[in-house]
């Protein structure tokens, strides 16, 4: 069975950082790429940045650049989004989802997704 599974998430102060894990299982990392997305209370699924399965990193959302990162452990068979200086605009269901090789920024395009885990940037 395919699956995606997400932990790492929590409550942290702004200015805090966290470290998101995804883990897959089924499936090898090696040839797919992996991205996060968020969603926000009252707003729309946003995608953040992806990992393709050559290492080849994209960003999507402008408000993440300087402040997350993404990578990936083949061996470890997950992918991890680091993130630093966070807001509370970050506060968000975070999700990770897989595709073939080559990273989207087409939501519809991912075939495998997580179930989410909840970052809270608050005081």
């Known amino acids: 069975q395919l699956q995606l599974v997400e932990s790492g998430g929590g409550l942290v102060q702004p200015g805090g950082s966290l470290r998101l894990s995804c883990a897959a299982s089924?499936?090898?990392?090696?040839?797919?790429?992996i991205a996060w997305f968020r969603q926000a209370p009252g707003k729309e699924r946003e995608g953040l940045l992806c990992?393709?399965?050559?290492?080849?990193?994209?960003y999507y959302a402008d408000s993440v650049k300087g402040r997350f990162t993404i990578s990936k452990n083949n061996v470890k068979n997950t992918v991890y989004l680091q993130m630093n200086s966070l807001k509370p605009e970050d506060t968000a269901v975070y999700y990770c989802?897989?595709?073939?090789?080559?990273?989207?920024?087409?939501?519809?395009?991912?075939?495998?997704w997580g179930q989410g885990t909840q970052v809270t940037v608050s005081s």
């Open positions: 990992i393709s399965s050559n290492f080849a990193n994209t």
């Open positions: 089924g499936f090898t990392l090696d040839y797919y790429a």
């Open positions: 989802a897989a595709k073939g090789r080559r990273c989207s920024d087409y939501q519809s395009t991912y075939d495998y």
